[in-house]
């Protein structure tokens, strides 16, 4: 014992062990709590007994002192939440340790199990130490002198201690067991493959298993210690079993079926009392407890022994047992092959462990504690079988069962024996009836040779049925458990043989407190090796990684969001009792039966499911789920491509345990998988591919050689349901799941497109490399080019070459380098680059100057003069050797215009420029490169930064288009219109002083045939006002087929107020138009040139305006009446230029169209009743309008032929090119930046409008809006 100091200098006791084979101290979390100690983060593994591993983030500071003297010291702890159990394990009986009087103990309660607080390690232990020790005696404790006073350690004689607390024995699986088997169950199980000493029990049972005069078998309990290592254990059975009846003495019925059991055992010659007390044989006395199972039908309670109940010396029976291998098919493999059978028959071997005897001089190590009544003196029973407890009885019941099997002559009785049996359930089946009766009959027959006795059939035909005889028709059951051994299931799978369905049946007791341990608890009890709801499963998984991952306390509430998940997948889990699958998974007659693996990963999981599809003669097509896999993705990230190929490989061993599993006539085996990286893999060489990879891949190819990869559609893939989870209540409707994708359905399988995998550029591909003495490299130039290319920025480049170099040094030489690196290093890494990079540039070149040979007169760098330099590096020759330049600058490095390492040595040098122009970037570059084609490249690399493009991006500018159909044909005037708003105007309320302003606006209606123009007044930018206004003009100038309106003008002010009236009521007033027949049409947002007809007139409106109103406020009414006069100048416009000859008096303007005369002309005489041409008035009237139509054919559209601006086509968008979208409110810097999703082209086949996609979502503008940038569409 010892004292500590808290954060504030108080002390505390505290528990030490020390421990000199300790490299660390290490102190547990309650305690670092309890003294609030500065925590620091840091990492460290921990390594301990049997290479178990452990890790600390964390670690403090601890004062410790002494409690016998002045000693104290300061160490360093790592931080763990448990050093180790509660030491010693047990009490010690002190009363015979001669401790000698007055020495002050370091620990006074030594003897009494108490927690360890800290580890002390060797770093302390030896300075605690003293010099003196005392000696106790044989088999004692010795005694040693320390800074915290006199440690005691060393051998406790078993004598001493006797007084073991009292046993209460209960059943429990501890909490790592039923986590092991949840995920076994998700494994595929691997193949059998025996060690030395399950090979060492088989030979033992060859040699020594022998059958008796009756046929039963009689084995020797494959034994690894010898019987006399064990220690007494009479007493802990004596102890056990009157805890065991004072338990029967409360409770009647329990005691009534144990000693039922008992009668039975004793009547049935399985064991018999022991008279032989003296006997020199060594004894084990097994405890006993009984095990209530309500629902079995035949034995509801079943009495277990304790086999590894310890004896005196720390040994049990089960400790000196070998257990041997497991000799019968696994689960997963049973049920498929009974899923594959169109009549099946199940059955249970009666007591089948008690049906194997124990050879007669092994029979000591199976003895019992009993009396029926209390009166009685405590007898002592042998048992003479295999007992339930000891860890061989299921190895030598199972191999007995296989061994009948090879001394069977029928290969098919054999072959269903040995294949067919799970401990001692039976399930098997076969094609017909008579095939099944017959093999029934002869299992039978064979085992029964052994006194092994079938009982509880079923089967899902009543022919079968009734072949069984009388006696054991009493024993035919209804449903089977397709469980295991497990005695508690939440989720269990069964077999209704009535409608030979599969079904699950939910039984769930959630306790108020949801912890670590409960959710464990529940979930852990799922029972589905088939995977039938593995998409329901998996979100368990889920579940499970997130409580590991929080660090959950075992019995402490969970967080709120787990216990939400929680709760969600619980109350979700009863709608699997409605599911029924068929368990028969191919139909009458089939002709052709197919595999069908299907894979596929999310960020969470990975999974993989397998289904069987058969074709019958009639060309009906049967498509079933038979299994399914799935495992959450690991804690530490992984990329998807990679989660997919594990998907991948899942499902490749899945089906070849289904392939192993079953014996169905194959045609062919599909593999499908939805990620073409994959599939890129799996199509290529393994070695090409990094280790990851590569190893997966090969194991992959390897299993599937002669079968096929496709690839399926997302949405078409069932495994992905399996890796993204899927709630109870949804999964029994989805025929996804249970039926795979319909293309499966059709007599011929309709293969999905498959993408094209030859362009695809694969990640996690090794690049090979041929190191070249001559130049020193550290890769080939392949590797050296590939990451030039590869890279856009030469400072990064030349720093992970450097690097590269630096670990390449540091493998070779010693004293290693470390730290930042240097500029030798840099300039290294950079000479490197370039010698590759000329190599590639100028590969002629380079071979004939590094062998000092002259460039042909005709070569395009003879006039350079160029050399290679001491480091291999083509610089120019040129001729300024003369002068005061540096090297760099008389011989600069010679650069390719086209190879990407001149590219980014560009971009680096115009960056660092801040962005200056070609000519300034050209002087600059020359000052140590000499860039064939330089101007040019310089040019270039200007036109192309998008940052350069921004201040100076100009709009693409397309040819204008035509004219619309409505523009250019006549009907009636107002037929066709465009609106648009104009304003605010300030009315007054009325004249006078005083008077008040409110703003009003002008509705403005032109007539997409004549230019003609109507205007309402409105009181506001309601959607009702420009209802009521419309209403009027349609009320005065008749209905119009189409409405135009500017749906997104860039106003500013009070025309944001437009805007947003158009953008929110325009559906509104869109619906409210079309119940009248009325087809409303918007024009792209922020382009107004698509509106130039009635931004015209808005413009005329607006100039008229001004000059009447100056700074005059009128009302209402003198507004409206203003309006209307602006009207009718604005109708009485020539819409044609006048003529120079005097004849023609009169010129065309939309008020013929409405009146048949300028509505500003003078009224002339009366016209009368009959003309000179004695015409009749209304013939005049057609006349006139007659006229005027022809004027406007002739005259006007022969004007609207002439395109007066954008008369030439820009550039033209193509989906995924980049652009900035204009904004006139907002600086270059701040115009967003898009992708063209999708181009909208005209009645001309040219595209005028484009969809966008930005920040802020998808947008629509007009070309004029948009900047193309020069960046790849990639």
């Known amino acids: 014992m010892a004292r500590v100091a808290d954060v504030d200098g108080n002390l505390h006791s505290a528990r030490l062990l020390l421990d000199n084979g300790s490299t660390s101290n290490f102190i547990t979390q309650d305690l670092c709590g309890k003294l609030g100690l500065v925590r620091r983060s840091t990492s460290s593994t921990v390594s301990g007994i049997n290479d178990q591993?452990?890790?600390?983030?964390?670690?403090?500071?601890?004062?410790?002192?002494?409690?016998?003297?002045?000693?104290?010291?300061?160490?360093?702890?790592?931080i763990l939440p448990k050093i180790t159990t509660a030491l010693p394990g047990s009490y010690i009986d002190t009363q015979s340790i001669p401790i000698p009087p007055g020495l002050q103990l370091a620990d006074p309660t030594f003897n009494i199990p108490s927690v360890v607080d800290i580890l002390v390690g060797a770093e302390v232990f030896w300075d605690v130490l003293g010099s003196n020790s005392i000696k106790l005696g044989h088999k004692q404790p010795n005694l040693q002198s320390s800074q915290f006073g006199w440690l005691i350690s060393g051998c406790v004689h078993t004598s001493m201690n006797r007084h073991q607390p009292p046993a209460c024995h209960f059943l429990s699986t501890e909490e790592s067991d039923q986590l092991t088997r949840f995920w076994e169950l998700d494994s595929v199980p691997a193949g059998k493959c025996f060690s030395n000493e399950e090979q060492a029990c088989e030979e033992l049972f060859q040699k020594t298993t022998r059958r008796d005069d009756n046929g039963q078998f009689v084995v020797t309990i494959p034994l690894k210690d010898s019987p006399e290592s064990l220690g007494d254990s009479y007493t802990m059975a004596q102890r056990r079993f009157y805890a065991l009846e004072r338990k029967l003495e409360r409770d009647s019925l329990l005691k009534d079926r144990y000693l039922k059991f008992m009668h039975e055992y004793i009547a049935l010659d399985h064991m018999s009392e022991n008279t032989l007390h003296h006997s020199s044989d060594k004894k084990y006395y097994m405890p006993h407890h009984g095990v209530v199972r309500e629902s079995s039908t035949t034995t509801k309670l079943r009495v277990v022994y304790d086999c590894s109940a310890r004896t005196s010396s720390g040994k049990s029976f089960n400790d000196i047992q070998m257990v041997g291998p497991t000799v019968q098919d696994d689960l997963l493999s049973i049920l498929l092959r009974f899923r594959q059978h169109k009549f099946v028959v199940t059955g249970d071997v009666e007591k089948m462990y008690r049906a194997v005897l124990v050879e007669p001089h092994q029979r000591s190590l199976q003895q019992i504690l009993f009396r029926f009544d209390r009166s009685e003196p405590l007898k002592s029973y042998t048992l003479k079988t295999l007992t339930y407890g000891t860890a061989a009885a299921a190895y030598l019941a199972t191999k007995c069962l296989t061994s009948l099997a090879d001394q069977s002559t029928e290969p098919a009785v054999r072959d269903s024996i040995k294949h067919d049996f799970y401990v001692d359930d039976f399930l098997s089946g076969g094609d017909t009836v008579?095939?099944?009766?017959?093999?029934r009959n002869g299992v039978v027959q064979t085992l029964g040779s052994a006194k092994f006795n079938l009982r509880k059939w079923q089967s899902n035909s009543k022919s079968i049925l009734e072949s069984i005889s009388n006696f054991d028709k009493h024993n035919i059951e209804k449903t089977l458990n397709l469980n295991d051994a497990s005695p508690s299931k939440t989720l269990g799978l069964y077999w209704d043989s009535n409608l030979d369905n599969l079904?699950?049946?939910?039984?769930?007791?959630?306790?108020?407190?949801?912890?670590?341990?409960?959710?464990?608890?529940?979930?852990?009890?799922v029972f589905d090796p088939m995977g039938l709801v593995g998409p329901c499963v998996v979100l368990a998984k889920m579940l499970l990684q997130h409580l590991w991952i929080r660090k959950c306390d075992w019995d402490s509430s969970v967080p709120t969001d787990i216990k939400l998940k929680f709760n969600d997948f619980i109350q979700s889990l009863p709608a699997l009792n409605s599911i029924r699958i068929p368990r028969w998974v191919l139909c009458d007659s089939s002709v052709l039966i197919e595999y069908h693996t299907f894979t596929d990963a999310s960020e969470k999981a990975y999974g993989a499911c397998v289904y069987v599809r058969a074709v019958a003669v009639d060309g009906s097509v049967s498509v079933r789920l038979?299994?399914?896999?799935?495992?959450?993705s690991p804690i530490k990230a992984s990329t998807i491509p990679r989660l997919e190929l594990c998907g991948a490989l899942l499902g490749t061993r899945l089906y070849l345990k289904v392939r192993q599993s079953l014996t169905l006539p194959l045609s062919h085996c599909y593999f499908w998988c939805d990620s073409t990286i994959v599939l890129g893999w799996l199509s290529a060489s393994p070695s090409r591919l990094n280790s990851f990879v590569r190893n997966r891949v090969s194991e992959i190819q390897e299993a599937t050689i002669n079968q096929t990869w496709s690839y399926v559609p997302s949405k078409s893939n069932p495994a992905d349901l399996n890796s993204r989870g899927m709630k109870a209540d949804s999964i029994g409707s989805s025929t996804l799941w249970w039926s795979g994708p319909d293309f499966l359905k059709h007599k011929e399988i309709d293969f999905p497109p498959s993408p094209l995998l030859q362009n695809l550029v694969l990640p996690e591909v090794v690049m090979h490399a041929d190191v070249a003495d001559e130049t020193n490299d550290c890769s080939s130039n392949n590797l050296i080019s590939a990451l030039i290319h590869k890279s856009s920025s030469i400072t990064k480049l030349i720093r992970v070459i450097a690097y590269v170099l630096r670990f390449i040094q540091n493998c070779k030489a010693n004293p290693k380098s470390s730290g930042s690196l240097t500029s030798s290093d840099l300039q290294s890494a950079k000479t490197l680059i370039i010698r590759s990079a000329q190599q590639e540039m100028f590969p002629d070149e380079y071979k004939i100057l590094k062998n000092n040979q002259s460039l042909h007169k005709k070569n395009k760098l003879i006039s350079l003069s160029p050399f290679i330099d001491s480091q291999d590096i083509i610089r120019v020759g040129g001729r300024l050797d003369n002068s005061h330049y540096t090297y760099d600058v008389k011989h600069p490095i010679l650069l390719g215009s086209n190879h990407h390492l001149t590219k980014i040595i560009f971009e680096a040098m115009h960056k660092a420029l801040f962005h200056a122009g070609p000519q300034i970037l050209l002087a600059n570059i020359r000052l140590s490169y000499w860039p064939l084609n330089g101007k040019n490249l310089s040019k270039k690399i200007v036109r192309q930064c998008v940052r350069c493009v921004r201040f100076k991006s100009q709009p693409i500018q397309i040819k204008m288009g035509n004219l619309p159909t409505d523009r250019t044909h006549l009907e009636f005037p107002f037929l066709n219109v465009g609106v648009d708003y104009a304003g605010p105007v300030l009315i007054a309320d009325r004249k006078g002083r005083g008077c008040r302003l409110h703003k009003s606006y002008i509705c403005v209606f032109v007539c997409f045939a004549v230019r003609a123009v109507h205007l309402e007044l409105v009181s506001d930018l309601t959607k009702e006002g420009f209802l009521a206004a419309f209403s009027r003009f349609t009320a005065r100038r008749g209905k119009s087929q189409r409405v135009y309106c500017d749906n997104g003008t860039n106003f500013v002010g009070a025309f944001n107020e437009l805007t947003r009236l158009l953008e929110s009521s325009s559906k509104d007033i869109e619906a409210d138009i079309a119940n009248h027949g009325i087809d409303f049409k918007f024009i792209p947002a922020y382009s107004p040139h698509f509106g130039g007809l009635w931004e015209s007139a808005v413009k005329s409106i607006k100039h008229l305006l001004r000059r009447v109103l100056n700074l005059t406020h009128l009302t209402y009414e003198e507004l409206s009446t203003c309006l209307i006069q602006i009207e009718a100048i604005l109708n009485s416009r020539p819409l044609t230029p006048l003529s120079s000859d005097p004849s023609d008096l009169s010129y065309l303007s939309p008020a013929h169209f409405l009146i048949g005369r300028p509505l500003t002309s003078v009224p002339g005489p009366q016209v009368a009743d009959v003309n000179l041409q004695q015409l009749e008035r209304h013939e005049r009237i057609e006349k006139l309008r007659h006229h005027f139509w022809q004027r406007y054919a002739n005259e006007y559209i022969s004007l609207l032929q002439q395109r007066t601006k954008w008369q030439t086509d820009g550039q033209d968008l193509k989906t995924g090119t980049m652009v900035l979208v204009k904004d006139m409110n907002q600086p270059p810097l701040l115009w967003l930046l898009g992708r063209v999703t999708d181009v909208k082209p005209g009645p001309d086949g040219r595209s005028r409008v484009a969809e966008i996609l930005t920040k802020k979502g998808t947008i629509t503008r007009a070309y004029n809006n948009l900047c193309p940038l020069p960046v790849s569409t990639s």
């Open 503 to 525: 079904f699950f049946t939910i039984e769930l007791t959630v306790p108020n407190k949801i912890t670590k341990r409960t959710i464990l608890s529940i979930v852990s009890q």
């Open 434 to 439: 008579d095939s099944v009766v017959e093999l």
């Open 626 to 632: 038979l299994a399914s896999k799935n495992k959450v």
């Open 53 to 78: 591993v452990s890790s600390s983030s964390e670690m403090c500071d601890v004062t410790i002192y002494s409690c016998v003297g002045d000693y104290r010291t300061n160490i360093g702890c790592y």
